[in-house]
Structures are given as structure tokens and as C-alpha cells.
């Protein structure tokens, strides 16, 4: 089903879905087993306990097979009743999305916007908690990692916020892009659901997603009253402790996620943090020596998952990258939302090595020069130079 044959292999520098290693496509690579047997509760209950690793957590993790929009809507749905307040701040595409979500739910979510070009205004989200002494608001909704723009929110910073106003809101973080890539403390941080989903930096393909739960988002989702049946806790929470989950899994997807936790674990997720940072450093590098701009403005808010560059006034970020996929066989993030057409975004994220992002960043050089994009040579080189401690 590709548009035209090729020669070499695809490069799917997109911010997720990111590149699957052969190891977890080998054990997806298996037989589908009886998901009421004893050999899947066994196999369940191991990958439930160790999966908490990921998210620093000793608190329950569950998996819906959904994609990540799915993992949203049962943070919200198990927490909160129609007509709550929610304060969320609207940090880019992902963020928007989640907003019209907790519409469509009977929320009433209150916005604190961004320019797109940062995380999570902190200061705004602890005066908007002060303000609300009635405590009307019930969660403080963040998108930890912003895909759209390659902003990270300081969500250690957002826990204080909330501790700072006295306020008993919940914290719901969306981590979907971050989770596995960069640093990530469910239990420390203090938050009450995280949000994940399969196919960023826990490099499977997509299809699972997650949430983390504390014990006060339980006590939350007793009295919840947004209806909910699919996405309930409660039967998955009584079937997980047993290793099962209520209805079929996505069996081989679990297996795929078996093998790509270890491969973080060995790898060891500071290392794969630290990974990610240089990646991202690298790119940032190179872009300036393109004399182009990267989309955040903050330096402390740079993701390390990707990284969203702008294109000069009167140029197309997309016809850039029609360009590069045409002559170089790679694919490359779109600009979202308002973003559409002005930035185009580099994924650095999941089983990435050095060539790779080497190669990645040639790619974009050389389609800079054929698209006719005004820019300076040098970027991969400046990259290198970086990688190769010679900056
Ligand atoms: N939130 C963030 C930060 C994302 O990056 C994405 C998808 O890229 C989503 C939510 C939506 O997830 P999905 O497309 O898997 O439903």
C-alpha cells in the first residue's frame, strides 16, 4: 500500500507513532492466548506490576486497548460529574482537543491560554485556584508533553501550584507523548491520573493507552457521575488483580509492551532520558545553524520528544514536507491546528540512535535546498559536532 516503490527504509521521524524495535515486533510475533487461562493471568499480573515502574508509581496502572483519546476520556469520565468546572490550560493542539473532549462530556472546562510558543502558565493556574475559594473547580487539567508544539509543562511546578492555593482540585496530566522519553513521577509529583498511550516512547505500535491512578482519583471515581461503562475502572480494576481485564485484550499488543519495558529498564530510563535530551539538543543546533526558529520560546519548556520548527514568512511547512517525502522517502510531523502549514515538527523520540538522527537531519537539510527554503548550510554539521563532544 505504498504510494510508489522505494528502495532503503522508510524514515518515520513523525512525534509518534515512532519507530517499533525488532525485538518488540518479535514478541508481538506470537501466539494470541486464551485470555481467561492461567497462563495469561500470570503473564497479566507480572506486566501490570512492572509496568508501574514506567510511571513511578506503587498506584494502579490500567490499560484500555484505545488509542490515546481513549485514556482521556476515562481520566474525566471516572473522576469528575456533568456540569464540573475543569481548569485546563490551552497549551497547544493536544490540549485544545482534550477542552472540546471535556465539552462533549458536560464539563465546563475554563481555559488559561497560551501563544502556543511555551508549557503551562503556573502562575495563572495557582491565581485562577486562589480565586475559586467556593473550591467549584474539580481538576487541573495538563498536557505534560505538548506534540503540537514541543513545549514540556512543569508539572512538579503544577502540584505546587495546587498545594500553594490550598486547593483539594484533582491533577490530571496527559503524558501520552512524554511518558518513557522523558522524566516522568506519577507518585511524586503527586498526581491523581496520568494519561499515556503506547505508540511514543514506549515504541510499540498504537493502540494501548493508560491510566495511573491515586487513591484520592479513586475515592473521586466512587462518587463520579458522568456515565461510563467501557471506560469504568471499577471492573478493570477487580479483573486486573487477578492478571485479567474485563473484556478482550489487545493480547499481542501486551506482549509487544512486555519486552519494550524491559528494553527500557536495561537500557535504564535515565539513560533513555538523557538520550532524548542530547537528540534534542542536537536538532536545535542544527536548526539555528539553519538560521531557522524552533517553536518554543522558553529554553526550560524544550521537549526532548520533538522539536517544532518555523518556517520563514511565504514559505509552506508543507510543501516542505511533501518535498522530503518525495525525494527522501521520510516522513516529518505537520503543523496543528493554528500551527498548520507554519511549522513542521522532527520526531527524536522512542528506539532512536545517532546515525539516525544524523540521517534525519540530512533529510531536512537537503529538502530545505529543494524546496527552495531560505536557509544556511551547516545544520547537520552542527549536530554532529554536538554528538561528537566537539561543539
Ligand atoms: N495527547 C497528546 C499529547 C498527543 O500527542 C496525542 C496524539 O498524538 C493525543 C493526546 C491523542 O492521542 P491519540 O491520537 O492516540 O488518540
Redesign the pocket.
Known amino acids: 500500500f505504498q504510494s510508489k516503490p522505494t528502495s532503503g527504509r522508510h524514515f518515520l521521524q513523525i512525534?509518534?507513532p515512532s519507530n517499533t524495535p525488532d525485538r518488540v515486533l518479535r514478541a508481538m510475533d506470537y501466539p494470541t492466548m486464551d485470555h481467561r487461562g492461567p497462563d495469561f493471568g500470570r503473564f497479566g499480573k507480572q506486566l501490570l506490576e512492572k509496568l508501574r515502574g514506567v510511571f513511578k508509581t506503587s498506584q494502579p496502572v490500567v490499560v484500555f486497548p484505545a488509542?490515546?483519546?481513549?485514556a482521556?476520556e476515562a481520566a474525566l469520565a471516572n473522576t469528575l460529574s456533568p456540569g464540573d468546572r475543569v481548569l485546563m490550560c490551552e497549551t497547544g493542539w493536544?490540549a485544545h482537543?482534550?477542552q472540546e473532549l471535556a465539552g462533549k462530556l458536560g464539563l465546563k472546562p475554563e481555559l488559561i491560554e497560551t501563544d502556543w510558543r511555551r508549557g503551562a502558565d503556573v502562575a495563572a493556574i495557582e491565581a485562577a485556584l486562589r480565586e475559586d475559594k467556593a473550591h467549584g473547580i474539580k481538576a487541573v487539567c495538563v498536557?505534560h508533553?505538548?506534540?503540537s508544539t514541543g513545549a514540556t509543562s512543569r508539572i512538579a511546578a503544577v502540584r505546587k501550584a495546587i498545594d500553594a492555593a490550598g486547593h483539594p482540585a484533582l491533577l490530571l496530566v496527559?503524558t501520552?507523548?512524554g511518558l518513557a522519553s522523558i522524566d516522568y513521577r506519577h507518585d511524586e509529583w503527586g498526581v491523581d491520573v496520568t494519561i499515556a498511550?503506547s505508540?511514543?516512547g514506549l515504541m510499540l505500535p498504537?493502540g494501548l493507552?493508560f491510566n495511573a491512578i491515586s487513591q484520592k482519583a479513586l475515592k473521586a471515581a466512587e462518587g463520579a457521575g458522568i456515565p461510563r461503562s467501557y471506560w469504568d475502572w471499577r471492573p478493570m480494576l477487580a479483573a486486573n488483580a487477578q492478571g485479567f481485564f474485563p473484556s478482550t485484550p489487545a493480547t499481542n499488543l501486551l506482549y509487544g509492551l512486555d519486552a519494550a519495558i524491559d528494553m527500557l529498564m536495561e537500557e535504564g530510563l535515565d539513560n533513555v532520558f538523557a538520550r532524548h535530551d542530547r537528540f534534542a539538543e542536537a536538532t536545535r543546533r542544527a536548526v539555528r545553524a539553519w538560521g531557522l526558529e524552533v517553536q518554543v520560546e522558553v529554553p526550560g519548556e524544550y521537549s526532548s520528544v520533538l522539536t517544532a520548527v518555523r518556517l520563514p514568512e511565504g514559505h509552506s511547512a508543507n510543501a516542505l514536507r511533501a518535498t522530503i517525502l518525495e525525494k527522501f522517502n521520510m516522513s516529518l510531523g505537520n503543523g496543528l491546528g493554528r500551527l498548520n502549514d507554519r511549522v513542521f515538527r522532527i520526531g527524536h523520540l522512542g528506539d532512536f540512535g545517532p546515525l539516525q538522527l544524523v540521517g534525519t537531519l540530512g533529510g531536512v537539510e537537503m529538502g530545505l535546498g529543494a524546496a527552495g527554503v531560505p536557509h544556511k548550510p551547516g545544520g547537520v554539521q552542527a549536530a554532529m559536532a554536538y554528538l561528537n563532544g566537539n561543539a
Not at 67 to 70: D, L, Y
Open positions: 512525534p509518534g488509542s490515546g483519546t481513549g482521556w493536544f482537543l482534550w498536557v508533553n505538548e506534540t496527559d501520552i507523548s498511550g505508540q511514543k498504537p493507552s
